[in-house]
């Protein structure tokens, strides 16, 4: 994806008569818009009854749009099938873990494991590929959309039987199966594949490794359909680049692995203007999907002008604030923003979700900021090659995700998201961008490298963590990490198994505390600050505790051990530190420490630096609702406003600057 930033949305015009397209058009070509997303829900448009084909319709839009030099990100239609499949074909309805069946009138209504389903994807999206593949308005495949968003775990016979088939493949006999689930445990042992059940209903806990292979199995389950359909698309044209849209940190799929397999990583946010961490949040969203994939471009393909339709209560971004949220998207790396949708519906589910051009058309204040951004993103040319350097990673795993959230813990309410931005806050604040890296990537390019609760580890996944705190790194290491192999079973002894050699102590045990309860945490020069949630009954080891718990019935156990490795140094926290202390570990790591601008100027504003080979891009983003003046010593070339800057720039709410220095000018 070269040559400008990507800006429009879903367009689905089969929603509307044929008079209304050739308007739409002429709207789109007024607001900047250079590529839609075409035919997401349109199975039932394409293929009204089995092997009944209309496409005539899909011709003259793509006319249409190829005339007025929009693009097309052309989808499969295989995400919501159309009424008759499912009346004809019971079985390609999915059925829950109580093993009730769903109906139509919905979407995502289809099992991934049914053949009837499977079959009747791959045909349509043939019959897709075949009447229009070589329109030149087509720039990009949209597989799907949004796996496993409403069905992410089918119990059905087809399901069963599919997972049998993947334990074989992955254990080789039954006996394996049993050691790896430990099942001598409640008298689960198996004495073949065939009695093996996907984890359905039960009195009480399923076994867990039973329920992490599920997880496991499911998301290749999704993962083999998109290659049949992905197949069938790069066979017909394999120089147009493939995505599929993404949910940010959607638990049930890992998009590690799949990310693996897309030319564009794609997301959709839509991230809640109420929250007061909405930023922060949307912020950490796009660093993991830029991370997914470190050698592909990535797009946001959905967020919201306005609101959502599907909260408890969907209040709207502010004036402002729609186009500082994609210029956050801009300055981590995003090849593109795009919309959902681009047209409100005027029936349907989602008729009150905001579009672009909403029921009220021109006349919407929505619309002026939509064509006021779409300008602005199409003189952005010059971030050609720029790209975002981190110089932190968070380490991030699903099976760790599954593993930590599965029941029967020491903590059933410990959240891997909350852990993440408990660890990613005040990285934010600082001006420091993150990258997401999985346990097994080279991490020898990052200065820091944050481990938040990977409760799940392998002894080889551990042992490179270890070297590269050997080689001269710095690890941060939270509570609740190397607890449990890949099959989900203790590391016996003081926990930590191969992540021992980080956490400078042993830990003999753990004590969540109670809701709602913090300590004081006492450090060497004498301050307290707090914690909650959570304290490590750890004994000194190796390291050099740096703080203590000072209160409460844990007093005077190790809170944070520094432990030399190597050349390197690893800093363990043995509770969930408030933000004074957490900021106190930061500053132990050079590439964390002192106080950039962003902090001086107030709450609210964001920094990110883009660079390329000849520029530095620093874009600032003022996410309150007051002024903020910030000090940038060495000036630059402000581009959004098109004018050299001083050493100071005035951003008022939800306003942007974007400046630009030489690489080789002061401040680089």
Same mark, same amino acid.
């Given at each position: 994806?070269?040559?400008r930033?990507?800006?429009?949305?879903?367009?689905?015009p089969?929603?509307?008569?044929?008079?209304?397209?050739d308007?739409d058009?002429?709207?789109?070509?007024?607001?900047?818009?250079?590529?839609v997303?075409?035919?997401v829900?349109?199975?039932?448009?394409?293929?009204? $009854?089995?092997r009944?084909?209309?496409f005539?319709?899909?011709?003259?839009?793509l006319?249409?749009?190829?005339?007025?030099?929009?693009?097309?990100?052309?989808?499969?239609?295989?995400?919501?099938?159309?009424?008759w499949?499912?009346?004809?074909?019971?079985?390609v309805?999915?059925?829950?873990?109580?093993?009730?069946?769903?109906?139509?009138g919905?979407?995502?209504?289809?099992?991934v494991?049914? +053949?009837?389903?499977?079959?009747?994807?791959r045909?349509?999206?043939?019959?897709?590929?075949?009447?229009? $593949?070589n329109?030149?308005?087509?720039e990009?495949w949209?597989?799907?959309?949004e796996?496993?968003?409403?069905?992410?775990?089918?119990?059905?016979?087809?399901?069963?039987?599919?997972?049998?088939a993947?334990?074989?493949r992955?254990y080789?006999?039954v006996d394996?199966?049993n050691?790896?689930?430990?099942?001598?445990?409640w008298?689960?042992?198996?004495?073949?594949?065939?009695?093996?059940?996907?984890p359905?209903?039960?009195?009480?806990?399923?076994?867990?490794?039973?329920?992490?292979?599920?997880?496991?199995?499911s998301?290749?389950?999704?993962?083999?359909?998109?290659?049949?359909e992905?197949?069938?698309?790069r066979?017909?044209?394999?120089?147009?680049?493939?995505?599929?849209?993404?949910m940010g940190f959607?638990?049930p799929?890992?998009?590690? $692995?799949?990310?693996?397999?897309?030319?564009?990583?794609?997301?959709?946010?839509? +991230?809640?203007?109420a929250?007061?961490?909405?930023m922060?949040?949307?912020?950490?969203?796009?660093?993991?999907?830029?991370s997914?994939?470190?050698? +592909?471009?990535?797009?946001?393909?959905?967020?919201t002008?306005l609101?959502?339709?599907?909260?408890?209560?969907n209040s709207?971004?502010?004036?402002?604030?729609?186009?500082?949220m994609?210029?956050?998207?801009?300055?981590r790396?995003?090849?593109?923003?795009?919309?959902?949708?681009?047209?409100?519906?005027?029936?349907?589910?989602?008729?009150?979700?905001?579009?672009?051009?909403?029921?009220?058309?021109?006349?919407?204040?929505v619309?002026?900021?939509?064509?006021?951004?779409? /300008?602005?993103?199409?003189?952005?040319?010059?971030?050609?090659?720029?790209g975002?350097d981190?110089?932190?990673?968070?380490?991030?795993?699903?099976?760790?995700?599954?593993?930590?959230?599965?029941?029967?813990?020491p903590?059933?309410?410990?959240?891997m998201?909350?852990?993440?931005?408990?660890m990613? /806050?005040?990285?934010?604040?600082?001006?420091?961008t993150?990258?997401f890296?999985?346990?097994?990537?080279?991490?020898?390019?990052?200065?820091?490298v944050?481990?938040?609760?990977?409760?799940?580890?392998?002894?080889?996944?551990?042992a490179?963590?270890v070297?590269y705190?050997?080689?001269?790194g710095?690890?941060?290491?939270?509570f609740?990490?190397?607890?449990?192999?890949?099959?989900?079973?203790?590391?016996?002894?003081?926990?930590?198994?191969?992540l021992?050699?980080?956490?400078?102590?042993?830990?003999?045990d753990?004590?969540?505390?109670?809701?709602?309860?913090?300590i004081?945490?006492?450090?060497e020069?004498?301050?307290?600050?707090?914690?909650s949630?959570?304290?490590?009954?750890?004994?000194?080891?190796?390291?050099?505790v740096?703080?203590?718990?000072?209160?409460?019935?844990?007093?005077?156990?190790?809170?944070?051990?520094?432990?030399?490795?190597?050349?390197g /140094?690893?800093?363990?926290? @043995?509770c969930?530190?408030?933000?004074?202390?957490?900021a106190?570990?930061?500053?132990? @790591?050079?590439a964390?420490?002192?106080?950039?601008?962003v902090?001086?100027?107030?709450?609210?504003?964001?920094?990110?630096?883009r660079?390329?080979a000849?520029?530095?891009?620093?874009?600032?983003?003022?996410?309150?609702?007051?002024?903020r003046?910030?000090?940038?010593a060495?000036?630059?070339?402000?581009?959004?406003?098109?004018?050299?800057?001083?050493?100071?720039? @005035?951003?008022?709410?939800?306003?942007? $600057?974007?400046v630009?220095?030489?690489? @080789?000018?002061?401040?680089?």
């Amino acid at each position: 994806m070269t040559g400008r930033i990507r800006y429009g949305g879903d367009y689905n015009p089969e929603q509307w008569p044929s008079e209304v397209w050739d308007e739409d058009v002429r709207l789109m070509v007024q607001a900047g818009v250079n590529l839609v997303t075409v035919g997401v829900f349109s199975w039932a448009q394409l293929e009204p $009854a089995e092997r009944t084909y209309s496409f005539a319709w899909l011709h003259e839009v793509l006319d249409l749009l190829g005339d007025a030099g929009i693009g097309v990100d052309l989808a499969t239609p295989t995400a919501s099938p159309p009424p008759w499949l499912s009346a004809r074909y019971p079985d390609v309805l999915p059925v829950d873990a109580r093993g009730a069946r769903y109906s139509h009138g919905s979407r995502q209504h289809f099992c991934v494991c049914s +053949a009837s389903y499977r079959a009747r994807a791959r045909r349509v999206v043939e019959r897709l590929v075949s009447e229009v $593949a070589n329109h030149p308005a087509i720039e990009m495949w949209h597989v799907h959309n949004e796996y496993g968003c409403h069905v992410p775990y089918c119990y059905c016979d087809n399901h069963a039987q599919a997972f049998r088939a993947w334990l074989q493949r992955r254990y080789g006999s039954v006996d394996e199966l049993n050691e790896a689930w430990g099942t001598t445990f409640w008298s689960q042992r198996y004495g073949e594949f065939a009695e093996v059940l996907p984890p359905r209903l039960t009195p009480t806990f399923v076994n867990p490794g039973q329920e992490l292979d599920y997880k496991r199995f499911s998301n290749d389950a999704f993962l083999e359909e998109f290659f049949e359909e992905r197949q069938i698309l790069r066979t017909a044209r394999p120089d147009i680049p493939v995505t599929t849209n993404f949910m940010g940190f959607f638990k049930p799929l890992d998009y590690f $692995a799949w990310a693996s397999e897309l030319d564009v990583v794609s997301t959709d946010n839509y +991230a809640d203007p109420a929250d007061p961490d909405a930023m922060m949040l949307s912020a950490m969203h796009y660093d993991l999907v830029r991370s997914l994939n470190k050698d +592909a471009a990535w797009m946001v393909m959905e967020q919201t002008p306005l609101r959502v339709n599907w909260r408890r209560h969907n209040s709207p971004k502010v004036p402002g604030q729609m186009r500082a949220m994609s210029y956050q998207a801009v300055a981590r790396g995003a090849a593109g923003v795009l919309f959902f949708q681009w047209r409100a519906s005027r029936s349907g589910a989602e008729k009150f979700h905001s579009a672009m051009v909403s029921h009220s058309g021109v006349a919407s204040p929505v619309w002026a900021e939509v064509a006021g951004l779409g /300008r602005e993103l199409d003189g952005l040319g010059t971030l050609e090659g720029s790209g975002v350097d981190a110089r932190v990673a968070m380490v991030f795993s699903w099976a760790n995700w599954w593993a930590l959230e599965a029941p029967a813990k020491p903590a059933n309410d410990l959240s891997m998201t909350d852990q993440l931005s408990w660890m990613y /806050r005040p990285l934010f604040g600082r001006g420091a961008t993150v990258d997401f890296c999985r346990p097994d990537e080279r991490l020898d390019r990052y200065e820091v490298v944050l481990v938040p609760s990977l409760y799940l580890v392998t002894e080889e996944d551990g042992a490179k963590l270890v070297s590269y705190v050997e080689r001269g790194g710095t690890a941060v290491v939270s509570f609740w990490s190397g607890i449990v192999d890949e099959r989900d079973v203790v590391y016996l002894g003081p926990y930590g198994g191969p992540l021992r050699p980080l956490i400078g102590c042993d830990v003999v045990d753990v004590a969540p505390l109670p809701e709602g309860m913090t300590i004081e945490v006492e450090w060497e020069d004498g301050t307290r600050t707090g914690a909650s949630f959570w304290a490590d009954v750890a004994t000194e080891g190796t390291g050099h505790v740096l703080a203590r718990v000072a209160s409460g019935p844990w007093a005077g156990r190790p809170a944070v051990v520094e432990a030399r490795v190597g050349q390197g /140094r690893a800093y363990y926290l @043995a509770c969930r530190l408030d933000a004074a202390g957490l900021a106190r570990v930061y500053d132990l @790591a050079p590439a964390l420490s002192g106080e950039p601008a962003v902090h001086r100027a107030g709450p609210g504003v964001e920094r990110v630096v883009r660079t390329s080979a000849d520029h530095t891009y620093e874009f600032l983003i003022n996410h309150s609702e007051e002024e903020r003046v910030l000090d940038i010593a060495s000036g630059g070339f402000e581009l959004l406003a098109g004018k050299q800057l001083g050493s100071r720039v @005035a951003l008022a709410p939800m306003d942007v $600057a974007i400046v630009r220095r030489d690489r @080789a000018g002061p401040g680089d």
